[in-house]
């Protein structure tokens, strides 16, 4: 069974910075697309950032380009979210999911549905 713990989030004031971490276990994290998805209340769940396999690939919603990076480290199983200049928009549940092998378009990789494994969430809370 794939598990992956999230963890990093807390309160935080506008402009400060947040790093969120994600260690998966029960697959091969080598192999496998990773993304990070946000929710705020009463909104859908929403594509923030995703990796491919090797690292060599990177998306981003354009509302954190330029804020936010996505970075892994294969060898400890772990992948990380960097979160710079943040704003109070950016509070919600972070999760972090497990996509496919290949990394396909941004259409793709920004689909929640074609993520099988999700992490419970970690609150990012930006204070005004």
């Known amino acids: 069974q794939v598990q992956l713990v999230e963890s990093g989030g807390g309160l935080v004031q506008a402009g400060g910075s947040l790093r969120l971490s994600c260690e998966a276990s029960?697959?091969?994290?080598?192999?496998?697309?990773m993304g990070w998805f946000r929710q705020a209340p009463g909104k859908e769940r929403e594509f923030v950032a995703a990796?491919?396999?090797?690292?060599?690939?990177?998306s981003y919603a354009d509302s954190v380009k330029g804020r936010f990076s996505i970075s892994r480290d294969n060898a400890k199983n772990t992948l990380y979210l960097q979160m710079n200049s943040l704003k109070p928009e950016d509070t919600a549940v972070y999760y972090c999911?497990?996509?496919?092998?290949?990394?396909?378009?941004?259409?793709?990789?920004?689909?929640?549905?074609?993520?099988?494994?999700w992490g419970q969430g970690t609150q990012v809370t930006v204070s005004s």
């Open positions: 999911a497990v996509g496919t092998r290949a990394w396909g378009g941004v259409a793709v990789q920004r689909t929640p549905g074609v993520y099988h494994y």
């Open positions: 029960g697959h091969t994290f080598s192999s496998s697309t």
């Open positions: 990796i491919s396999a090797s690292g060599a690939y990177t």
